[in-house]
């Protein structure tokens, strides 16, 4: 089996997060204590999902990770929803991060349409 690192799906998941983490971190403190703590979690449990389901090595339990791991990304987008409306993030950032959430959701798709394709 394939490491989990080496998924597209779970290499694009770690840069949103990495991105979402370098803009937080520049946030003041209370943004980053209300707004940003929940950001960062919602987009690190993104990866964090797809992880936990690879190494379960039973395609029905990786399937509920990877619904979790999409229920994290729509997190994640509610977050960058709010930060935007709360003008904590920049034009920049919104159009960097942006591309990278629309491309992962049908990656996280397709992922789960091949894992239902196997057996176990």
Known sequence: MES???LQVYQ???????????IVQNWDL??????????VRSADSIGA????????YNSQDNQRFVKIAR??????RHWL?????????TAEQVDKLQP??????PKLN???????????
Do not use: M, P
Request: charge should be positive.
């Open 12 to 22: 694009l998941s770690e840069k949103i997060a990495n991105e979402v983490w370098f």
């Open 30 to 39: 209370f943004s980053k204590d209300t707004v940003g703590k929940q950001l």
């Open 71 to 76: 229920g994290s990304l729509n997190e994640t």
């Open 110 to 120: 397709a992922y789960l349409n091949s894992l239902k394709k196997l057996k176990g």
């Open 100 to 105: 990278l959430l629309d491309e992962l959701s």
């Open 4 to 6: 989990f690192q080496k």
């Open 49 to 56: 999902n797809i992880a936990e389901g690879h190494g379960r």
């Open 81 to 89: 929803r709010l930060a935007c409306a709360r003008h904590l993030l």
